[in-house]
């Protein structure tokens, strides 16, 4: 499976945007799908996964203002994130795994490359 990111930019504080994660080379249907991200002198961390079934978790400090969802038929993941803060400027990749979702980087096997988004004002 290739994972492409995109979506990524420049918005103010408050601002939206949302994250696509496009698969090729196979079906995401029976993958578990997850957003990580990595802020500058950070380590990389888990934001959202969801299972093939649809089932989403996310990291406890987003406080609700990220939505992970996928679109089988398109062979897309989502990750639409609102009321942005200047602490969610990181790179963001997105990673699959056949298999059980979680937020283990470890566990997965096929990354994208990355998108950038920059929260400033």
């Known amino acids: 499976v290739q994972l492409q990111a995109s979506g990524g930019g420049l918005v103010q504080p408050g601002g939206s945007l949302r994250l696509s994660c496009v698969a090729s080379?196979?079906?995401?249907?029976?993958?578990?799908v997850a957003w990580f991200r990595q802020a500058p002198g950070k380590e990389r961390e888990g934001v959202s996964s969801?299972?093939?079934?649809?089932?989403?978790n996310y990291a406890a400090s987003l406080e609700g203002r990220f939505t992970i969802s996928r679109d089988n038929a398109k062979n897309t993941v989502y990750l639409q994130m609102n009321n942005l803060k200047p602490e969610d400027t990181a790179v963001y990749y997105c990673?699959?795994?056949?298999?059980?979702?979680?937020?283990?980087?470890?566990?997965?096997?096929?990354w994208g490359q990355g998108t950038q988004v920059t929260v400033s004002s």
């Open positions: 990673a699959a795994v056949w298999g059980m979702a979680t937020l283990k980087q470890s566990l997965y096997d096929h």
């Open positions: 080379g196979k079906s995401l249907d029976y993958h578990a």
């Open positions: 969801i299972s093939h079934r649809g089932v989403t």
